[in-house]
């Protein structure tokens, strides 16, 4: 291809392009600048990347409006350097205009790690996180006091010695279907603590007690069970479970494990998903097999609009605990949505027949009955 040829072309991109690249009419988001010049392009390889010419056919594409061109560019420019700033933040603004806005803070935190000081990729996050957070409409949740620090208390969030072979278990799906025992269980000993320190109070002289005597003397309506059928007495002042071990300990567990979570839950009931979306991320990196935080991921993520993002959580969520209701009723959802009906029933009509009698079987039984009758998504699921 000669210069003159060149030269068109490349006049044309940076003529016909306009001030900024908008996913709304007024959004303030502005294309990348390209700081290549045409002459360095022309004098060769050495001076002009071959990444940087695809980020000005990608520019130029996404001027007429063929983002599906763009992407193809920048994914062509991408697979020869896949650290050019300048593709990353054109991709980012892509799929900001198209409404994609988790993966476009995906591409921009990816910029910010590269190149902390980019404005243009630091003012694109600041948009994006302002319009993905929703209008608070319930007020949020006061959190409880923090628990006081325990010089006793495990660094592992397993009760037990932190080595490699630990380490491994901590990944396990099981697990976190066993702190959900030890959390009941936790609850079971705070509540007996409680009366333990009632009776304490009111009776200072009295040392040697059971458990039981908390029954007899009226400070507990009857004993707690614990969901591993464990026996409950006391130890000093602390309360134990021959199958969980001490509350202290116990608690020292399970509130490493659910801190994290616990936050994401409280935003997500405050409607601050970006906040319940932060949380939960952080959770699923530190726990990767934990079944129900990928199902509050992928909940948090389809509440903001990406339901193809969810999918992919949900997944992950049924991979590692296949029982979880809630994300196989959200994963109907979503295949119903996105106009996959038949994928939809299949689910539905597997959930309606395996859990007869539940809630979980009326409400997919009802579901699938509308769906069957040919009512839409929005007839069924209403915008709020």
Not at 18 to 35: H, K, L, R, V, Y
Not at 188 to 210: C, S
Not at 252 to 258: L, P, Q, R
Request: charged share 25%; hydrophobic share 40%.
């Amino acid at each position: 291809m000669n210069k003159s040829i060149l030269l068109r072309v490349f006049f044309c991109v940076f003529c016909c392009f306009p001030a900024c690249i908008c996913f709304g009419q007024n959004d303030g988001f502005n294309p990348p600048t390209s700081e290549t010049s045409v002459r360095a392009l022309l004098e060769g390889h050495q001076k002009a990347p071959k990444a940087d010419t695809y980020y000005l056919i990608a520019l130029s594409e996404a001027r007429k409006g063929n983002n599906e061109a763009a992407f193809k560019a920048i994914k062509t420019g991408l697979a020869i350097n896949s650290t050019n700033i300048r593709l990353l933040n054109l991709q980012g603004a892509l799929l900001a205009r198209e409404g994609k806005l988790v993966q476009a803070r995906k591409i921009f935190m990816m910029v910010l790690n590269l190149s902390p000081e980019d404005d243009y990729a630091k003012t694109s996050l600041s948009t994006i996180e302002h319009s993905m957070q929703p209008v608070r409409k319930i007020e949020p949740v006061i959190k409880s006091p923090a628990i006081a620090s325990i010089q006793e208390a495990p660094i592992s969030p397993l009760n037990i010695q932190n080595d490699d072979k630990n380490q491994d278990k901590l990944l396990e799906a099981e697990y976190f279907l066993e702190v959900k025992i030890k959390q009941q269980c936790y609850h079971n000993m705070a509540i007996i603590k409680r009366a333990q320190d009632a009776m304490t109070a009111a009776n200072p002289k009295e040392k040697d007690y059971t458990v039981q005597t908390l029954v007899e003397k009226r400070y507990l309506v009857s004993l707690p069970v614990c969901p591993k059928s464990g026996i409950y007495s006391r130890k000093d002042n602390d309360i134990v479970c021959d199958k969980h071990g001490t509350q202290t300990e116990l608690g020292a567990e399970v509130t490493n494990v659910y801190s994290e979570f616990n936050n994401g839950m409280r935003s997500k009931l405050s409607r601050n998903y970006l906040d319940a979306l932060k949380s939960f991320e952080q959770v699923v990196i530190l726990y990767p097999k934990w079944g129900e935080a990928h199902f509050q991921l992928g909940d948090t993520l389809f509440r903001l609009g990406e339901a193809d993002t969810a999918l992919e959580s949900l997944r992950t969520s049924l991979k590692h605990e296949p029982g979880n209701l809630d994300a196989e009723l959200l994963l109907a959802n979503i295949y119903f949505k996105k106009g996959m009906k038949t994928h939809a029933l299949a689910i539905l009509d597997r959930i309606t027949e395996q859990n007869k009698g539940s809630v979980y079987a009326y409400a997919a039984r009802s579901i699938a009955k509308s769906i069957r009758s040919g009512r839409s998504y929005y007839e069924l699921f209403p915008p709020q």
